[in-house]
């Protein structure tokens, strides 16, 4: 890792190195929070599923909803 950055350091780029690590960085944000929406969004939808099974079983017929 000390030679690539000695690399970049001695041609100038500086710069682009930094460029790089904070695309990378935020392509890692990116997918874990992208993650994180994905298992949120299941967990919703069994949330909702449960719901409706309650409902199912233990809904009234005599009430006439």
Same mark, same amino acid.
């Given at each position: 890792?000390?030679?690539l950055i000695r690399t970049f350091a001695e041609r100038g780029d500086l710069a682009h190195?930094?460029?790089l690590v904070w695309a990378l960085s935020a392509?890692?944000?990116f997918w874990r929070?992208?993650?994180e929406l994905s298992r949120a969004t299941r967990?919703? /939808? %069994?949330f909702i599923r449960e719901i409706a099974s309650f409902n199912a079983r233990? /809904? %009234?017929p005599s009430k006439g909803s």
């Open positions: 890792m000390d030679i190195l930094a460029l392509s890692l944000a929070v992208l993650g967990r919703f /939808d %069994d233990y /809904d %009234d």
